[in-house]
């Protein structure tokens, strides 16, 4: 006999997130510090009503639940009302990187069918640029100027905040991002209310983000790169203050710190070296910092070993944009107190442990089929699968996790007998730089374009400030010449300045797989000793 369960209905959305953070922690503030310098203050409580604002001003324009609503736009206070604003219509947020080129810009707004454009009076002449091109966007608005465009202040501050949520399942889509992770076009991560509030739950745990009601966070990771890491969600559940700034430069924002409090901070390796670097330089008080996260590209253990020694709490993280994006974390394990300085910056050194409500595994790189034993010694291809990782690509016809569900993640990592994870390698052929993306695929087709370029190959080289940069391995044509200069300039005309590879190398050859394929595994290794001169 089936028995039903005899709990409450509540569908699992993001707006009980903002209800709550009302609710129970109303008072405590989201600042903003904008580019200008000034700071402007709302409250989690001011946020919700804001937000409810705009789920009416959304209906007015006629956007319906599914809709996309995108934001072109940095991290600051009315771009989280836009968060709750748009999930809370029943619409999708769709997170738009402003730093990708053109042709990107034009293909994921049209792919995305964007009906709506909140933006930045500092994309304006990006905006004017695609404005022809993006064929599906109806309305565009502005957040912080009313000279183009209508005012968010305004279009929102014509309504009184009297509205309902959109009610409707939690397998509803809420938030798009796109990936341009790996070759082709960006594809799109649709993620749902359901996986964002399961990731909201872990995140928060004292062995993952360990936030609570005393964190004042500052999340430098960009609000359009892989959902802010759930910072928007996960500061509500727990009533966090959220402080935001406009300029990312090491004075600024420790300056920020100091005033605010701020004792959370959150981003790629590149900004912690640049604020250690900072203070070290001039000598300043380290901001009230007790916890430190890191992500998106592998932290040097000098650098975690810097911040452990002023005393902070650091937490490296690995995921993806298709991850949520939190899937590891190198928390503390039981015999952690027992460890001097140098075993504990081992632990934080490596990838860490899947949280729970994630799955693990790697497999040989030339046989997926035969899953690698967790030894610490055999490294695979990076696979993942659990509550909140990605099942397929926005508008894709198939899946892109397997049946069993394992997403293959483009990292070649290995597991360590107790799960850690320690990546290696990546298999997808691109570079990351700064926390940003490059495409060796696009680099090489513009070098073949010479006519005296037989083959060319882009690699990550090591780079003390931007994790890795790329380089330009190329074989000329017999008897043709080329120079360095020749090559940058045709470079120059293809893909975006900081694309640019910061050296370019002649060679006699280039390693092939079996099959013809250009080996960047053997090219690295071939590189293994290059450094750039910085
Ligand atoms: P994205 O989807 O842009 O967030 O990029 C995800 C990719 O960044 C991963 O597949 C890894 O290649 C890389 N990545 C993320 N976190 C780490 C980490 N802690 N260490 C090394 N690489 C990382």
């Given at each position: 006999m089936n028995i039903l369960g005899a709990m409450q209905d509540w569908e699992m959305r993001t707006s009980l997130l903002i209800d709550h953070a009302a609710r129970e922690h109303g008072g405590r503030e989201i600042v903003t510090q904008w580019a200008d310098g000034s700071r402007t203050r709302t409250t989690w409580a001011g946020v919700r009503r804001d937000a409810l604002k705009m789920v009416q001003a959304l209906r007015r324009l006629g956007i319906a639940p599914g809709d996309r609503v995108a934001t072109l736009a940095m991290n600051h206070g009315r771009h989280l009302v836009a968060w709750y604003g748009a999930t809370g219509a029943g619409g999708i947020l769709h997170t738009i990187n402003p730093r990708l080129f053109d042709d990107q810009l034009d293909y994921i707004a049209n792919h995305a069918g964007d009906r709506v454009l909140i933006y930045d009076a500092a994309f304006q002449a990006l905006v004017d640029r695609m404005r022809p091109h993006w064929k599906t966007i109806e309305h565009y608005i502005c957040f912080d100027s009313g000279e183009h465009a209508l005012h968010f202040e305004d279009w929102i501050g014509a309504e009184d905040g009297d509205a309902e949520w959109a009610q409707g399942s939690e397998r509803d889509p809420c938030m798009l991002c796109y990936t341009?992770?790996?070759?082709?076009h960006p594809k799109g991560v649709l993620f749902e209310h359901r996986s964002n509030m399961l990731h909201t739950y872990a995140a928060i745990m004292p062995q993952c983000l360990d936030l609570d009601a005393r964190a004042a966070v500052?999340?430098?990771?960009?609000?359009?790169?892989?959902?802010?890491?759930?910072f928007p969600w996960a500061a509500a559940a727990v009533g966090a203050k959220l402080v935001y700034c406009a300029n990312n430069d090491a004075a600024t924002l420790c300056r920020l710190m100091h005033a605010e409090g701020v004792n959370y901070l959150a981003g790629v390796p590149t900004v912690w070296l640049a604020l250690l670097q900072h203070i070290e330089e001039t000598g300043q008080a380290m901001p009230p910092l007790t916890r430190a996260l890191t992500g998106g590209s592998a932290m040097p253990r000098a650098i975690i070993e810097r911040l452990m020694r002023h005393g902070i709490r650091v937490a490296h993280a690995w995921g993806m944009t298709e991850t949520s994006p939190i899937a590891t974390i190198a928390f503390e394990p039981a015999d952690y107190d027992d460890r001097d300085l140098d075993g504990q910056v081992a632990v934080k050194a490596l990838q860490g442990k899947a949280l729970f409500g994630i799955e693990l595994r790697t497999v040989d790189?030339?046989?997926?089929a035969r899953v690698l034993p967790r030894d610490g010694k055999s490294a695979g291809a990076l696979q993942v699968r659990g509550l909140w990782v990605i099942r397929r690509y926005f508008k894709a016809e198939q899946d892109t996790a397997d049946t069993d569900q394992w997403f293959d993640t483009g990292d070649v990592a290995m597991l360590h007998p107790d799960g850690t994870l320690q990546l290696t390698d990546r298999t997808k052929d691109v570079i990351k730089s700064g926390g940003e993306w490059i495409s060796s695929v696009e680099l090489e087709n513009c070098a073949v374009a010479h006519p005296a370029v037989a083959e060319a190959a882009a690699i990550g080289i090591p780079h003390p400030k931007w994790d890795e940069r790329p380089i330009l391995v190329v074989v000329k044509k017999p008897g043709m010449d080329v120079t360095v200069e020749e090559l940058r300039s045709l470079l120059a005309a293809g893909v975006a300045?900081?694309?640019?590879?910061d050296a370019i190398e002649f060679v006699d050859d280039i390693p092939h797989t079996g099959t013809g394929k250009i080996s960047k595994k053997d090219l690295r290794e071939r590189f293994g000793d290059y450094r750039l001169d910085v």
């Amino acid at each position: 006999m089936n028995i039903l369960g005899a709990m409450q209905d509540w569908e699992m959305r993001t707006s009980l997130l903002i209800d709550h953070a009302a609710r129970e922690h109303g008072g405590r503030e989201i600042v903003t510090q904008w580019a200008d310098g000034s700071r402007t203050r709302t409250t989690w409580a001011g946020v919700r009503r804001d937000a409810l604002k705009m789920v009416q001003a959304l209906r007015r324009l006629g956007i319906a639940p599914g809709d996309r609503v995108a934001t072109l736009a940095m991290n600051h206070g009315r771009h989280l009302v836009a968060w709750y604003g748009a999930t809370g219509a029943g619409g999708i947020l769709h997170t738009i990187n402003p730093r990708l080129f053109d042709d990107q810009l034009d293909y994921i707004a049209n792919h995305a069918g964007d009906r709506v454009l909140i933006y930045d009076a500092a994309f304006q002449a990006l905006v004017d640029r695609m404005r022809p091109h993006w064929k599906t966007i109806e309305h565009y608005i502005c957040f912080d100027s009313g000279e183009h465009a209508l005012h968010f202040e305004d279009w929102i501050g014509a309504e009184d905040g009297d509205a309902e949520w959109a009610q409707g399942s939690e397998r509803d889509p809420c938030m798009l991002c796109y990936t341009s992770g790996t070759t082709g076009h960006p594809k799109g991560v649709l993620f749902e209310h359901r996986s964002n509030m399961l990731h909201t739950y872990a995140a928060i745990m004292p062995q993952c983000l360990d936030l609570d009601a005393r964190a004042a966070v500052l999340p430098v990771v960009p609000m359009f790169h892989a959902n802010n890491w759930g910072f928007p969600w996960a500061a509500a559940a727990v009533g966090a203050k959220l402080v935001y700034c406009a300029n990312n430069d090491a004075a600024t924002l420790c300056r920020l710190m100091h005033a605010e409090g701020v004792n959370y901070l959150a981003g790629v390796p590149t900004v912690w070296l640049a604020l250690l670097q900072h203070i070290e330089e001039t000598g300043q008080a380290m901001p009230p910092l007790t916890r430190a996260l890191t992500g998106g590209s592998a932290m040097p253990r000098a650098i975690i070993e810097r911040l452990m020694r002023h005393g902070i709490r650091v937490a490296h993280a690995w995921g993806m944009t298709e991850t949520s994006p939190i899937a590891t974390i190198a928390f503390e394990p039981a015999d952690y107190d027992d460890r001097d300085l140098d075993g504990q910056v081992a632990v934080k050194a490596l990838q860490g442990k899947a949280l729970f409500g994630i799955e693990l595994r790697t497999v040989d790189l030339d046989d997926p089929a035969r899953v690698l034993p967790r030894d610490g010694k055999s490294a695979g291809a990076l696979q993942v699968r659990g509550l909140w990782v990605i099942r397929r690509y926005f508008k894709a016809e198939q899946d892109t996790a397997d049946t069993d569900q394992w997403f293959d993640t483009g990292d070649v990592a290995m597991l360590h007998p107790d799960g850690t994870l320690q990546l290696t390698d990546r298999t997808k052929d691109v570079i990351k730089s700064g926390g940003e993306w490059i495409s060796s695929v696009e680099l090489e087709n513009c070098a073949v374009a010479h006519p005296a370029v037989a083959e060319a190959a882009a690699i990550g080289i090591p780079h003390p400030k931007w994790d890795e940069r790329p380089i330009l391995v190329v074989v000329k044509k017999p008897g043709m010449d080329v120079t360095v200069e020749e090559l940058r300039s045709l470079l120059a005309a293809g893909v975006a300045k900081w694309w640019l590879p910061d050296a370019i190398e002649f060679v006699d050859d280039i390693p092939h797989t079996g099959t013809g394929k250009i080996s960047k595994k053997d090219l690295r290794e071939r590189f293994g000793d290059y450094r750039l001169d910085v």
